[in-house]
């Protein structure tokens, strides 16, 4: 069923994003420069920005979002499953993706679940510039792809700003999803860690709270800045703890 299928492909997507947190290439000795702004044959423009609505009930906040996003979406997840069955061409990956990924949906906090059962409506996953707002005033800003709901980098006007970044240890992201599936929920996905910080917290020493002292599924670094002298940050996380803040 295809509405199945796209809250399936929401939902490993989630997943994937939680276990590498943000990749990026391999680190080498090469200085890059002259990198912006950016040019070229495959650059085609000003990453656009999108108005979250806060205000409305979680299914509806992303749907104008991915009404325009949908044809893209429908590629990329076409390219997905082409790349799955590339290396697996029985298919069984994908039937497992299908039949068991949308039963873990109910197990999700809110407002999460609500929001990714509306992008899976409405698109029966391309970078955006969001403006999440309340009472038509803005909350938190950020970069994502389209249909994530949680977040990997952003900033609250006047407050701080966060972003996330991969952290590799054996006691890492895949282990925490296996653990979450078979039933420990008491540990939070790392997106929407980042997502509730950006959108509740009214302070960098909350944030700075929230991100050293959560559970989290993934081993991470979080980079947070605040507004104020010495307001800056480094936190290594492992899953239940902080390793390190400098």
Request: hydrophobic residues 40%; aromatic residues 10%; glycine residues 8%.
């Amino acid at each position: 069923m295809p509405g199945r299928s796209c809250v399936a492909l929401v939902l490993l997507a989630a997943a994937v994003s939680c276990a590498v947190a943000q990749h990026a290439p391999p680190w080498t000795e090469d200085c890059r420069k002259s990198t912006y702004p950016p040019s070229g044959p495959t650059y085609r423009g000003a990453v656009p920005w999108y108005t979250i609505n806060l205000d409305l009930p979680p299914y509806k906040r992303w749907h104008e979002l991915m009404l325009d996003k949908a044809p893209v979406l429908k590629v990329i997840v076409n390219s997905l499953k082409n790349m799955i069955n590339t290396f697996v061409p029985s298919g069984k990956i994908m039937q497992v993706v299908d039949e068991k990924l949308p039963g873990l949906l109910g197990n999700f906090p809110g407002p999460f679940e609500e929001e990714m059962k509306g992008i899976a409506a409405v698109t029966d996953i391309p970078l955006v510039n969001l403006d999440f707002q309340r009472n038509n005033k803005t909350v938190f800003k950020a970069s994502s792809f389209a249909g994530y709901v949680g977040m990997l980098t952003g900033f609250k006007p006047g407050l701080f700003s966060l972003t996330l970044n991969e952290r590799f240890s054996i006691n890492g992201g895949y282990l925490g999803i296996l653990e979450w599936i078979l039933g420990k929920k008491d540990v939070m996905w790392i997106g929407f860690l980042t997502r509730t910080v950006l959108e509740n917290s009214t302070s960098y020493e909350e944030a700075k709270n929230l991100l050293t002292k959560t559970k989290i599924l993934a081993p991470a670094y979080f980079i947070l800045g605040g507004n104020q002298s010495g307001e800056g940050c480094v936190i290594t996380r492992d899953r239940k703890e902080s390793l390190d803040v400098y």
